[in-house]
C-alpha cells in the first residue's frame, strides 16, 4: 500500500488549495478513504472521510468549505478546501482503511497565512 500527498503550500487567508493523493498497491476503489490533519503542537483531527460508494462526511471546523472526492479510474483522492483560514494550518495525511487497518501517506503541508 503506498500512498501520495501533494498539492500543499502557502496560501492567504479566504484562499483554496487542492491536495491530491495517488493511491496503489490495493483496490482503492473499494475502501473508505480519508483525510485527517495534525496543526503544528497538537494532536490529529479526522477532516473528512468518503466511502466507497461516494458517501462524505465532514468535520463540523471544514463542513462548507472543504470538499472530499475521489477518482477511482485514476486511484486518486482530492480535498478541495476552499475559504481556508489560519487555524487551517496543518500537515494534512491521506489515510486509507483496508479491512480495519489504517494506512497514512506522509503528509503534505498546508500553511494559511498572510
Known amino acids: 500500500v503506498q500512498l501520495l500527498e501533494s498539492g500543499g503550500g502557502l496560501v492567504q487567508p479566504g484562499g483554496s488549495l487542492r491536495l491530491s493523493c495517488a493511491a496503489s498497491?490495493?483496490?482503492?476503489?473499494?475502501?473508505?478513504m480519508s483525510w485527517v490533519r495534525q496543526a503544528p503542537g497538537k494532536g490529529l483531527e479526522w477532516v473528512s472521510f468518503?466511502?466507497?460508494?461516494?458517501?462524505?462526511s465532514y468535520a463540523d471546523s471544514v463542513k462548507g468549505r472543504f470538499t472530499i472526492s475521489r477518482d477511482n479510474a485514476k486511484n486518486t483522492l482530492y480535498l478541495q478546501m476552499n475559504s481556508l483560514k489560519p487555524q487551517d494550518t496543518a500537515a494534512y495525511y491521506c489515510?486509507?482503511?483496508?479491512?480495519?487497518?489504517?494506512?497514512w501517506g506522509q503528509g503534505t503541508l498546508v500553511t494559511v497565512s498572510s
Open positions: 489515510r486509507a482503511n483496508i479491512l480495519s487497518r489504517l494506512y
Open positions: 498497491g490495493f483496490a482503492f476503489s473499494t475502501f473508505t
Open positions: 468518503i466511502l466507497s460508494g461516494g458517501s462524505t
